[in-house]
């Protein structure tokens, strides 16, 4: 599809700017082509990761990164995404899409009413 480059700039710009948020704008697309939701959700993980590459690069150039906070959160991070990679397998889809909104609406709420 003609279209599948600008979800592409719009996640990365999103990525980018906001530190986060690409694969939000570029899993609802994926989502929309593809069968298989699961799969889409992968793919998703895979086109962010050169974003988040050169968004990290970027943020480095500009010493933007505290560097004690990001390794101590690293490695929950790292448990937590190897769990989650696990349990999207085992878990209805469904479920997955109520917990991902969850978790977006509350993300969401917090940063307007928490500054």
């Not at 690069?57 to 790292?78: E, P, Q, T």
């Not at 990679?85 to 940063?111: D, Q, R, S």
Request: proline fraction near 2%; aromatic fraction near 14%.
């Amino acid at each position: 599809m003609k279209k599948d480059w600008l979800f592409g700039a719009i996640g990365g710009f999103v990525n980018g700017f906001f530190g986060m948020g690409g694969g939000t704008v570029t899993l609802y697309p994926l989502q929309k082509k593809m069968d298989d939701k699961k799969k889409a959700n992968a793919t998703c993980l895979f086109i962010i990761l050169p974003l988040t590459l050169i968004s990290i690069g970027i943020y480095l150039w500009n010493g933007s990164i505290d560097w004690g906070l990001s390794l101590k959160v690293c490695g929950g991070g790292i448990a937590g995404a190897v769990l989650g990679a696990f349990l999207l397998n085992k878990i209805n889809y469904k479920y997955v899409l109520w917990v991902y909104c969850a978790i977006t609406v509350a993300g969401g709420i917090t940063m307007i009413f928490k500054r």
